[in-house]
């Protein structure tokens, strides 16, 4: 029963690299997100994904993108990395919108 | 714009002590609010999750109402633990769009 699983768990990138962190769920939900954490500012959404081959722009969607090619996967990927995108990333999953989120432990990213 | 406030910060508390967590939103519209906890370097876990229509839940020792009106929401923790030591994180929802996360209570139980 792995609900929600992130990889990696750490990473370190430079300036200009790229990276894709992949979240899988194995509870059939529909719904699933993309947020980051930064400290004092609570969770904030970048992408979401609605079902298998959509995905939709949150609240700060700028320089990542996101693929929902399978139901159970959602991915997320940094083209350029910047020291801003330093921060933990956690994915989440739903039945439905307004439904309970099932969290990820998350991707704790640091961009030197 | 949803803003989502949560107040106290840091909040310390001695065993078996009640305790109260606030959560205050700025759009009354609401359609639901979720209170999560998060321990150290992990995710959220779901505890309530209350709806627009609802004054109230309640699992175990944990409630959370809802006041739409005052734009509030408050955790009740009852005879807390060291074990009920972690980060309170409340999110509400507006109608067609995604949960608006607060800041979080930091919350140590003394032994």
Redesign the interface.
């Known amino acids: 029963n792995a609900g929600v699983t992130q990889t990696p768990k750490f990473r370190v990138l430079k300036t200009g690299q790229s990276m894709t962190l992949l979240c899988a769920q194995d509870m059939n939900h529909e719904y699933m997100y993309w947020y980051r954490q930064d400290p004092g500012m609570g969770l904030r959404l970048i992408h979401y994904s609605v079902g298998e081959g959509t995905t939709a722009k949150g609240e700060v969607p700028d320089g990542y993108n996101v693929s929902r090619l399978k139901k159970q996967n959602f991915l997320l990927g940094l083209e350029s990395a910047a020291p801003s995108q330093t921060s933990v990333y956690f994915c989440a999953s739903s039945y439905g919108q307004g439904k309970v989120q099932y969290f990820g432990a998350g991707t704790r990213l640091s961009v030197l | 714009k949803q803003e ?1 406030t949560q107040i106290p910060a840091a909040l310390s508390v001695p065993e078996g002590e009640n305790l109260v967590l606030n959560c205050s939103f700025t759009d009354s519209a609401i ?2 609010l ?1 209170w999560f906890r998060q321990d150290p ?6 505890l309530l ?1 209350i709806q627009s229509s609802q004054r109230e839940q309640t699992s175990g020792r944990l409630n959370a109402s809802l006041d739409k009106s005052s734009g509030r929401s408050t955790l009740y923790i009852a005879a807390s633990q060291p074990g009920d030591s972690a980060t309170y ?1 409340c ?1 509400v ?1 507006l109608y067609g769009q ?2 608006v ?4 209570t930091r919350l140590s139980v003394l032994p």
């Open positions: 989502v359609y639901n979720q370097g992990k995710g959220l876990t779901s999750l994180l999110a929802l995604n949960f996360f607060g800041p979080g």
